[in-house]
């Protein structure tokens, strides 16, 4: 079954591009010029991907991205065509994996597309392969009073549903299918981010941070994401 690949842009030459581009490469794709369509949309399709412009008529791509991330945890591509620092770092502070600046490559885009729908399949691939006994059937991790839905993409803690980012969610789930093991920052941030991913692994560091604010009792002191020194971190449950 062909991958869904959701494209949210108003400028319809280039949306009708992107279209065909990546039809060619075999995606099924759905098209929205504007906000409220999107969300519309990606509510009754559930794509496996959006690719989403910032600059919308009514309701920007950091308002569809925010609004997005409180219902799914589907991966964003978030397109401007401003080259400016701010706008990157909001895009991706409401919730965008990935950001890239007009004009763009195509070739380069479908890469980074590939790249992401590439990762959220490892991630897929490593929860089949993961010892049953550590995850009850039904899709369903669970430790205690916390559960990661990986059928709904959810993360639960008291029967109440937690509000995570998409690497949020990608790092837990990484961290649960290795039920303690000692993992370093170093390979955390391939498996996680990728390989090609530019940064360090003070990205991790901060991710496990944000993590233990929403799923320890008492963060200062984490039971669940413990710190191993000199090592990097293991997943208690």
Same mark, same amino acid.
């Given at each position: ?9 108003? #400028?319809?030459?280039?949306? #009708?591009?992107?279209? @065909? ?8 794709? #759905?098209? =929205? +010029?504007?906000?409220?369509? +999107?969300?519309?949309? =990606? ?7 959006? $690719?989403?412009?910032?600059? &919308?008529?009514?309701?920007?791509? %950091? ?7 409180? /219902? ?16 990157? !770092? ?5 919730? =965008? ?6 004009? %763009? ?9 590939? +790249?992401? *729908? ?12 993961? #010892? ?10 669970? %430790? ?19 509000? $995570?980012?998409?690497?949020?969610? /990608?790092? &837990? *789930?990484? &961290? ?5 093991? !000692?993992?370093?920052? /170093? @390979?955390?941030? /391939?498996? $996680? ?10 990205? !991790?560091? !901060? ?25 990097? @971190?293991? %997943?208690?449950?």
């Amino acid at each position: 079954m062909s991958e869904k690949i959701l494209i949210v842009e108003d #400028e319809i030459t280039l949306q #009708e591009t992107l279209a @065909y581009n990546l039809k060619r490469q075999g995606y099924e794709v #759905e098209t =929205a +010029a504007d906000g409220t369509t +999107a969300l519309q949309i =990606a509510r009754q399709s559930h794509p496996d991907l959006i $690719v989403l412009d910032i600059m &919308l008529p009514g309701m920007d791509g %950091f308002e569809v991205c925010r609004l997005l991330r409180q /219902e799914m945890s589907t991966p964003i591509l978030m397109l401007t065509a401003k080259d400016d620092e701010i706008d990157r !770092v909001v895009g991706l502070e409401v919730g =965008a994996d990935d950001y890239m600046t007009k004009p %763009f490559s195509m070739r380069e885009l479908i890469a980074r597309i590939k +790249a992401m *729908l590439r990762r959220v399949r490892m991630i897929k691939e490593e929860l089949e392969k993961t #010892e049953p006994s550590l995850f009850p059937p039904g899709q369903k991790l669970i %430790f205690d009073n916390l559960i990661i839905d990986t059928y709904r993409h959810e993360v639960r803690l008291n029967d109440q549903i937690l509000i $995570v980012k998409p690497k949020e969610y /990608e790092l &837990l *789930l990484f &961290l649960a299918q290795h039920r303690g093991q !000692v993992l370093s920052r /170093e @390979y955390i941030l /391939e498996r $996680v981010w990728g390989w090609d991913y530019i940064g360090d692994s003070r990205t !991790v560091d !901060v991710h496990v941070r944000w993590l233990r604010e929403k799923i320890e009792s008492d963060p200062a002191n984490p039971s669940r994401i413990v710190t191993v020194r000199g090592a990097g @971190y293991r %997943f208690e449950g």
